[in-house]
């Protein structure tokens, strides 16, 4: 074991390998307020990359409803379980990772899904945390009662726990772009990156008897364009571009904007330890406990900086930007109004209206002679 | 039984290895071994000395009468690959003990099997090793979070060195040629996939409906890039390896060894075939020689796989001249 420094956990930890950053890493941000569980995004993934036979079951894009849903089945559930209690010390997470509670003789302290804890994709889909009574009017924050939505990809990892698991080192993370793959002639199927991955997103083959994952559509990263799951989405929830490391910020970049500088993007479950490089604006109508839990201790800070974006132009024009463009935007701008988001050679790639200008129509339509729903 | 102390050195060597079975002092017994390490060098000094005794004296020195390792035994003809086939049965087996793979992570959970009763055989141009085990339960598939059973046997691509039995170091390679339970199904049934693992799997246009078989193959990754876990055309149950420690095993470019696997009353009755001197990489071996032998064997149920496994120290191989 390797001390190496998680700067998610504030502090160092134990890992199988050297740590060893990507030149750069790509990573993305999914802003929840805005999902509203489509399964575009899985739909886009699903007829990309697995519509082969063996892969009917493989969802490596997947959004589930929380608190009770999740895919393969209770997954969060089994990590929390694992790594026992976690509390956090002025930011640094003083309970035990996935590598560091790994019992005597294993790499990774995991579990292994059976196939029917891979059976029900929709579980709890759209089921509420609790009971609403008659007459319940929600006119607060957080909600009483609640569900939310978590749209799901592989992490790609900076301390991948597939790859630290693989025995013969069939797995590793691409030094241009951190993006992590299995090796599909070097896998025996032993499918000990199922077991390991703490957000269950390696997935066995049951066709061809190896595991295979999230690829990140690095065909794609490659020429410069976001992956399918981003640019499919249609409520624009979604950015995926570079994040500097860790004692690096830009403010200049989309993803350094909003992990390091407002602060208001999270990694899932960081008390994995693995490094997590999908973060997540978290729902601000969910219970702050149940946060806190997913999303560690910036929960409060991201929450509140995400209610004053009305004040904020930067986070607003940025966030106007997500959806935007196919291609990967590496640095963006605010100036009079508009939003721009730039190419790796500073050209610009779009530009957005901080506000979208607003028409208001005539209650009755005079021409036709007509009263009008929509009148924005 | 006792050593047969009115043959040389090498023949009465050979007999007490295989513990209680008679065996004819065959003519060609006095044949110089081919490789050389500390106890071929005294039994050459021995035969050229020319004295039966002082070579028996010198014997008793550095070997003890119980048996240590086991013989490959000379066969004339084709190498049966049926386990269950006389030429193997009747031959005595020798006992393998096996420990647990606890020495890097991944550990096996339990001993699932605590020995192997193995047999050798060699007609010349082939070897062929019978491996026997018991087995509550036979493990068939290989599918998500289900494991097969399986065996595997490592010789010393130079059978004059003795590398670490943890499967080679650099400079020192084994070949390991292992059988898998669902290779064998392969072989005997035709291709296994999701169909057979989960019959009631409707796919509604899997790639090959839409694009023909030939061009479908881009659908299947580890098809395509060629990996052997993922290949349709199977036609061995066996897979011929090399490997330089743990973590290096790496299939053979050349394919080379058969054999076949029979599950029987709860017991695994496996054999596992190659040419005697298989290439490059892989165990070159000869009749007179003596070399090493190491078995490792998996049990499906107890979710054995790679490094979760029962292996064995090295076991002294002796091929009949």
Request: glycine share 8%; net charge negative; hydrophobic share 35%.
């Amino acid at each position: 074991m390797a001390e190496v420094f998680n700067w998610q956990l504030g502090r160092e930890m134990q890992y199988p390998y050297q740590a060893e950053r990507p030149a750069r890493q790509i990573a993305w941000i999914f802003d929840t307020n805005k999902c509203i569980a489509c399964q575009t995004c899985t739909v886009a993934c699903k007829s990309t990359w697995t519509t082969g036979t063996g892969q009917e079951y493989m969802l490596w894009n997947n959004v589930e409803t929380k608190p009770y849903g999740f895919f393969p089945q209770g997954w969060d559930v089994h990590l929390l379980d694992l790594i026992g209690p976690s509390t956090w010390n002025n930011g640094t997470y003083e309970g035990q990772t996935v590598f560091e509670s790994a019992p005597a003789g294993e790499r990774v302290n995991g579990w292994l899904p059976m196939a029917t804890d891979w059976s029900y994709p929709n579980v709890g889909e759209d089921e509420p945390a609790g009971a609403v009574e008659r007459g319940t009017y929600i006119n607060k924050l957080p909600h009483d009662t609640w569900f939310s939505y978590l749209a799901r990809i592989c992490n790609h990892c900076t301390y991948p726990a597939c790859l630290a698991a693989c025995p013969r080192q069939a797995i590793y993370k691409r030094p241009e772009d951190g993006i992590v793959l299995v090796d599909q002639e070097r896998c025996r199927g032993y499918q000990e990156c199922v077991t390991a991955c703490p957000y269950k997103k390696v997935m066995f083959n049951n066709e061809t008897r190896v595991s295979e994952k999230c690829i990140a559509c690095y065909p794609k990263i490659e020429q410069g364009f976001q992956p399918q799951c981003v640019t499919s989405c249609i409520g624009r929830i979604r950015i995926a571009s570079f994040i500097s490391a860790p004692d690096e910020v830009d403010p200049k970049k989309p993803i350094d904007f909003l992990v390091k500088v407002r602060k208001v993007a999270l990694p899932l479950y960081p008390q994995s330890g693995t490094e997590p490089n999908v973060y997540y604006i978290p729902p601000m109508h969910a219970p702050r406990e149940y946060l806190h839990q997913m999303f560690g201790p910036g929960v409060d800070e991201a929450v509140e900086t995400y209610q004053n974006i009305a004040n904020d132009p930067e986070l607003l024009g940025l966030m106007m930007l997500f959806g935007s463009t196919e291609r990967i935007m590496h640095a963006f701008n605010i100036e009079d109004g508009m939003a721009y988001g730039y190419d790796e050679d500073s050209t610009e790639l779009v530009r957005v209206p901080l506000r979208e200008p607003t028409f208001i129509r005539k209650y009755f339509d005079e021409v036709h002679n007509t009263y009008l729903h929509n009148i924005t | 039984m006792s050593t047969q102390e009115g043959l040389n050195g090498d023949q009465a060597d050979q007999e007490g290895l295989n513990g209680d079975q008679a065996v004819q002092a065959s003519a060609n017994g006095d044949q110089v071994p081919q490789t050389v390490n500390r106890r071929e060098l005294l039994k050459v000094a021995a035969a050229a000395g020319g004295a039966v005794a002082a070579g028996l004296a010198v014997r008793e020195l550095t070997h003890t009468r119980r048996a240590r390792q086991f013989l490959a035994r000379r066969y004339d003809g084709e190498i049966p690959a049926d386990p269950t086939d006389r030429a193997w049965t009747r031959l005595a087996a020798w006992t393998v003990p096996l420990q647990i793979q606890n020495l890097i992570p991944q550990h096996a959970p339990d001993l699932a099997v605590a020995e192997l009763r193995v047999r050798a055989l060699h007609n010349g141009a082939r070897i062929g090793f019978r491996v026997e085990w018991d087995d509550d339960e036979e493990d068939l598939v290989d599918a998500m979070a289900r494991f097969r059973d399986a065996v595997a046997v490592q010789l010393p691509v130079d059978p004059a060195m003795t590398p670490a039995v943890t499967m080679g170091t650099a400079g020192q390679p084994v070949h390991i040629m292992q059988w898998r339970a669902s290779w064998q199904v392969d072989v005997d049934q035709g291709r296994r996939g999701v169909k057979d693992i989960f019959p009631n799997m409707f796919h509604d246009a899997p790639p090959e409906a839409l694009a023909g078989e030939e061009a479908a193959r881009v659908f299947y990754p580890a098809l395509y890039v060629g990996n052997p876990m993922a290949r349709r055309d199977r036609s061995s149950p066996v897979e011929d390896l090399v490997a330089v420690g743990f973590g290096s095993l790496t299939s053979h470019d050349e394919q080379t060894a058969n054999g076949r696997g029979v599950f029987n009353s709860s017991r695994w009755s496996v054999t596992l075939i190659s040419p005697l001197a298989g290439g490059e990489g892989k165990a070159a071996l000869a009749p007179g020689i003596l070399t090493s032998v190491a078995f490792a064997v998996w049990n499906g149920s107890h979710g054995n796989r790679g490094s979760r496994k029962q292996w064995s120290n090295w076991t002294e191989l002796t091929i009949e001249a």
